[in-house]
């Protein structure tokens, strides 16, 4: 072990805080946070994990959950203890809301706070929060804040905050031109950043990571299929399937990922 290596335990661990770039602490205190599946990585204290639909968080879910199609992926995290969340070692972070309204990818949002409202966006693979409160995020590279109007290559797209939901921008003379020529003649390319944007206008705030790098998907709360992990063996999942549980009627997953959403 690197000498630099700090070693945690439930005394020095920061409380509702990142460790490092990659992971963050939240802090239970006999309370509540919505966690998404496969985001924990390990915990001190005593903490409850719920399925979304357990009877006993009805009132909770009443408040604080509207999105049927995507309950299947998270829990309700309860109790008293330090919780340490990461995404792949990608970059995580808090942010707070206040009175706020924030859409954010789906795959993007790790965990948040039963103050807050979480809705499905009108916008395929987005999720937005309403009210006060903190949540956690990962993102492929550090987040950039920009300030509309703005056109956004989707794929770098994070999340908007307090301002409209963005239209699509096709750029019709790079489309017609040589690059767009090539692309009709060989089946080379598709869409990209300089032919399709999300564009937005109003106020607000819109959230880029700093990459054209969307995180890689995984079915949240699989067994990794790898040698030695437990239940890890086995092929992948079937098509239309989301783990080892069946897709939902009206979820759009292929096709939404099919335009970078």
Avoid at 124 to 135: A, E, S, W
Avoid at 188 to 203: D, L, N
Wanted: glycine share 14%; charged share 15%; hydrophobic share 35%.
């Amino acid at each position: 072990m690197p000498a630099q290596s700090p070693v945690w335990d439930p005394t020095t661990l920061p409380s509702d805080d990142n460790v490092n770039p990659y992971t963050f602490c939240v802090e239970l205190k006999g309370g509540q946070w919505f966690l998404q599946k496969g985001k924990m990585i390990a915990y001190y204290g005593r903490i409850d994990f719920n399925g979304i639909g357990h009877g006993r968080m009805d009132r909770l879910l009443r408040t604080s959950f509207h999105s049927p199609l995507h309950a299947g992926d998270w829990v309700v995290a309860e109790g008293s203890g330090k919780m340490l969340l990461a995404d792949r070692a990608f970059d995580v972070n808090s942010f707070d809301l206040d009175e706020g309204n924030l859409t954010i990818r789906s795959g993007n949002l790790l965990a948040y706070q039963p103050s807050l409202a979480l809705k499905q966006s009108i916008v395929p693979g987005f999720l937005t929060l309403i009210g006060t409160g903190k949540f956690v995020a990962a993102s492929n590279g550090p987040v950039v804040f920009m300030e509309p109007p703005i056109r956004v290559d989707p794929q770098a797209l994070v999340g908007w905050a307090d301002c409209p939901s963005p239209c699509h921008h096709y750029d019709h003379g790079y489309m017609t031109g040589v690059m767009g020529g090539l692309r009709a003649l060989t089946g080379i390319g598709g869409a990209s950043g300089e032919e399709h944007q999300f564009e937005f206008v109003g106020a607000g705030t819109v959230l880029l990571q700093s990459t054209e790098a969307l995180l890689p998907e995984t079915a949240t709360g699989a067994t990794p299929h790898q040698a030695g992990v437990p239940g890890g063996s086995g092929g992948a999942a079937a098509p239309g399937q989301h783990g080892s549980t069946p897709r939902l009627p009206g979820q759009l997953g292929d096709l939404t990922r099919r335009f970078g959403l």
